[in-house]
């Protein structure tokens, strides 16, 4: 498909013998007498023999429990696969086992700044003490192993501390950023039927304040299960919260960490992953599969350990939250950062790194697009000369976003792109600091994880593009959806596309040189800048409105563009789409969801593509959109009004049109 490229960045035979990775492969040989010559021999062994491999995780990690497991793997079936059973461990011991005694004091374990706080600077013995006190207080409140405790916090230290106490007990956490509106939250709170919620009271984004109380006591209103509400004042200096607790007042009881002892398979969190239709899929993952997938992922694919100081620029809303928190269980600093990261320029987050000592730094594949279309050169705003990775994910980084990466920081920095997903909590494939890295692809399949491109009729491919599939079963894998007691949701959206299987919905291509590329989405459901979303939000805010009738919306991601996301709506006789609609349109979505939900561009059309059974073909008019011949996508006979197809045809071809004099001219999307 492809002459053999030039490596884009090489490592030295120092750095190797320095990584994790290798001194993995090393313990391998010594203790299991095992030797691999290469990184795919590696990855071979990891998949051919997987109980071997995750055991040998627990072992290399030296993962404490409090009792043994019986066997590594139940037996390898997806779903249902059964992990380490017998073991019972607590996630957040595993942090604890770093920086003790008088280290503990003088060590930062978690950095934070905002657009409302200056720097400030947790030590390990302090969050420690923090963790302890908020675990010993929501036990008071009632809180038991199994209760869901959910949080609509920004990305500061107090989060983290919420979560980890949460852990301690074996609550069941799970989190919605403060710049989501009420029905977006309630959409996913109200699935769970939580106990506690954790909340701020507003917060600074772009040098404007937004005010949560209303919503915060909105979410008291809407979610009955509620029995205590703990209000961080962020915004203002005092709770303005009517029958909230402080988060003050949980600290003030000091109280020794204590961890409770449970499976395995003991639920960590819910996070959610939308669909094309219904609500937001509420994904339940385990403590111990997030437990050896973090140790596996951080420590040797990111190179991450004890001396490192790390941040990858997310929300709470986001799952790279959930990764840059879990990195302390590699005994790793990590520094956080609530607020826009272009403003006041997109220099805030470099400084940033300055100042807190980043080794390793990552963010979703648009903010470095932004950073190269906007000129800005990282070293000369900041010293960032610890710096030895930075890590990309969210959306397919371009090889010229590569490139850049490399023109600013040079043969010392190691560009890990990574692709996984909410789903897993996790990446199928990453960086490897033993590889070579090539412009526009990512070095690895993950260790353990048994991912190949198939095509339709479930065939591996080779240096073709094809759906990225799973084949045998992962620790860190869905334990179950909530409210999903038969569990038909949960495997309708991974398992019914080819059985037994994991199908994830992105377009894959393996590399002669065992990289990957991950070409975008495969199916209907929206990736705006690494965040999944589902067009059914979109539509109960879009079609509330009186001028609109019916509407459908689509992502147009592919490799080496940013996201284009169009929406076409049916207005009511006598309406017209002028300035005003489209701006209340993209004010309700903003309102209701988030920023990410607002589109590109709005058109008016006459009819919305319908099945004969009335479903909106949103992947018909996606393929459309992206090339496909109508006679390839649609079938007349199947549709109740395939008259309504024209105009998408006609608007694909001036798109082509537009984007092919855009490409000529050297810009970006058209």
């Not at 590594?72 to 997806?78: I, N, S, T």
């Not at 990764?323 to 790793?332: D, F, N, P, R, Y």
Request: proline share 7%; aromatic share 10%.
């Amino acid at each position: 498909m492809e002459d053999m490229p030039v490596p884009l960045w090489t490592p030295s035979p120092e750095r190797i013998a320095a990584s994790r990775m290798h001194d993995y492969m090393q313990w391998l040989q010594r203790e299991k007498q095992l030797r691999f010559d290469s990184y795919d021999a590696l990855w071979q062994w990891s998949v051919d023999r997987l109980p071997d491999f995750w055991e040998s995780v627990w072992q290399y990690f030296e993962i404490q429990s409090f009792a043994p497991y019986a066997q590594v793997l139940d037996a390898e079936k997806m779903p249902g696969a059964r992990w380490f059973g017998g073991a019972r461990i607590n996630l957040a011991q595993q942090m604890f086992r770093f920086h003790a005694g008088d280290e503990g004091a003088a060590r930062a374990a978690v950095i934070g700044k905002s657009e409302l706080r200056p720097t400030v600077q947790l030590s390990w013995d302090e969050l420690r003490r923090q963790v302890g006190s908020v675990a010993n207080a929501l036990r008071a409140m009632g809180v038991q192993p199994g209760d869901r405790v959910v949080s609509y916090l920004p990305n500061i230290p107090e989060t983290v501390v919420a979560f980890y106490a949460c852990a301690c007990i074996g609550a069941i956490w799970s989190s919605c950023s403060p710049d989501m509106g009420t029905p977006s939250v309630i959409d996913r709170f109200g699935q769970i039927a939580p106990k506690v919620l954790f909340a701020v009271d507003g917060y600074r984004y772009g040098g404007k304040d937004f005010d949560r109380t209303d919503v915060v006591r909105g979410l008291k209103q809407a979610l009955p299960t509620l029995e205590q509400v703990v209000v961080l004042p962020y915004l203002h200096k005092e709770n303005r919260i009517e029958g909230s607790r402080n988060w003050q007042e949980l600290l003030e009881h000091d109280s020794a960490v204590r961890f409770e002892e449970l499976p395995f398979d003991h639920p960590l969190w819910v996070v959610y992953s939308s669909g094309t239709t219904g609500m937001p899929k509420p994904i339940v993952h385990s403590q111990g599969g997030t437990l050896v997938e973090s140790l596996k992922g951080h420590a040797l694919h990111n190179g991450i350990g004890p001396d490192d100081r790390f941040m990858w620029f997310s929300t709470t809303g986001w799952i790279m939250w959930n990764s840059q928190v879990t990195s302390l269980l590699v005994g790793a600093t990590i520094a956080v950062y609530d607020g826009n990261p272009g403003y006041p320029d997109l220099g805030v987050l470099w400084k940033f790194a300055e100042e807190a000592r980043l080794s390793v730094f990552g963010a979703g594949a648009a903010y470095f697009a932004n950073c190269m279309k906007a000129g800005i050169e990282p070293r000369s705003l900041a010293r960032l000369d610890r710096l030895h990775t930075i890590g990309s994910t969210g959306s397919p980084m371009p090889a010229e976003g590569f490139d850049w990466i490399y023109r600013q920081f040079g043969p010392a920095v190691l560009l890990a792109s990574i692709s996984g997903g909410t789903d897993i909590a996790a990446a199928f494939v990453a960086g490897c600091p033993i590889l070579p890295l090539y412009a526009g692809e990512m070095q690895c399949r993950c260790l353990g994880i048994a991912v190949y491109a198939m095509d339709e009729q479930g065939n591996p491919l080779q240096d073709a593009v094809g759906e990225l599939v799973v084949t045998k079963p992962m620790p860190s894998m869905p334990l179950y959806f909530w409210n999903d007691p038969e569990g038909r949701r949960y495997h309708d959206s991974y398992f019914s596309t080819y059985p037994g299987w994991w199908r994830h919905g992105d377009w894959l291509r393996i590399t002669p040189r065992g990289g990957a590329i991950i070409y975008g989405r495969s199916d209907t459901t929206i990736n705006r800048h690494g965040v999944r979303m589902g067009t059914s939000e979109i539509y109960r805010v879009v079609e509330a409105l009186p001028e609109v009738l019916d509407s459908l919306v689509v992502d147009l991601e592919y490799l080496g563009r940013e996201s284009y996301m169009p929406l076409f709506v049916v207005l009511r006789p006598g309406a017209v789409l002028d300035d005003a609609l489209r701006q209340q349109v993209a004010a309700s979505l903003r309102t209701a969801l988030s920023a990410r939900h607002v589109p590109n561009e709005i058109f008016a059309v006459a009819e919305i593509p319908r099945t004969l059974s009335g479903k909106k073909m949103e992947l018909p008019v996606k393929k459309l959109l992206l090339g496909m011949r109508v006679d390839e996508v649609a079938s007349p006979d199947a549709m109740s009004n395939p008259g309504s197809l024209a105009y998408f045809v006609e608007f694909a071809r001036q798109r082509a049109a537009q984007q092919e004099v855009a490409d000529a001219a050297g810009a970006g999307p058209a």
